[in-house]
């Protein structure tokens, strides 16, 4: 599976590309921006707090642990990088099929 926000890598793991609003109202998925999956923090971006909502958010959307979620790039900025450890697939799939259908 591939698409421009996320890749799906030869051993199981998801890069995905973010753009990240913090001090949002919540914390939701706000569509795509850019080439980038578009995300509202309620977290602000003090301290890491946004970081770690962000890791947690992403954690409880694909069913995984916390510990499974990596910043690869973009720890004080807008624009992000992660990869999560071997999502399971249906998580992944409905993941992705919410994103597309915000369109």
Same mark, same amino acid.
């Given at each position: 599976?591939?698409?421009g926000w996320y890749r799906r890598e030869a051993c199981g793991d998801l890069i995905i590309s973010l753009h990240i609003q913090p001090g949002a109202k919540r914390t939701e998925i706000a569509g795509l921006h850019g080439g980038a999956l578009k995300i509202r923090l309620a977290a602000p971006p003090v301290d890491g707090r &946004?970081?770690?909502s962000l890791a947690a958010f992403l954690a409880r959307q694909l069913d995984v642990p916390p510990s499974r979620v990596t910043l690869l790039s973009g720890a004080g900025s807008r624009?992000?990088?992660?990869?999560i450890s071997a999502p399971p697939a249906?998580?992944? &799939?409905?993941?992705?099929?919410?994103?597309e259908g915000l369109g």
């Open positions: 599976m591939t698409a &946004a970081n770690a624009q992000k990088r992660l990869r249906q998580a992944l &799939a409905g993941f992705v099929a919410k994103v």
